[in-house]
């Protein structure tokens, strides 16, 4: 069953940290460019970073030099570091991975910044 699970998500304070995990079953995550995504209330869904099968990475503009995203290819899991999350990082975060000409997504993780 080609599956993606993401966990990790919770309530962080302004300035903290949370680091997502998207774990793949069914698929290779190593094989093709894959990414965070997030959609927060009454948005689009938009793109967090992408890391290509290389390892090369792209960052939204609003999460450069906070957000690191990376993988693991023994674990088959997909990471997002956030660092210094501010209140408008709140969003559900969402995993995406191409797998033989389909994108599978996540069910999402909820990702609250508030004091």
């Known amino acids: 069953q080609v599956q993606l699970v993401e966990s990790g998500g919770g309530l962080v304070q302004p300035g903290g940290s949370l680091r997502l995990s998207c774990a793949a079953s069914?698929?290779?995550?190593?094989?093709?460019?894959v990414g965070w995504y997030r959609q927060a209330p009454g948005k689009q869904r938009e793109l967090v970073a992408t890391i290509t099968s290389g390892g090369s990475t792209n960052y939204a503009d609003s999460v450069k030099g906070r957000f690191t995203i990376s993988r693991d290819n023994a674990k088959n899991t997909l990471y997002l570091q956030m660092n210094s999350l501010k209140p408008e990082d709140t969003a559900v975060y969402y995993c995406?991975?191409?797998?033989?000409?389909?994108?599978?997504w996540g069910q999402g993780t909820q990702v609250t910044v508030s004091s």
């Open positions: 069914g698929m290779i995550l190593s094989i093709y460019t």
């Open positions: 995406k991975s191409p797998w033989i000409r389909q994108d599978y």
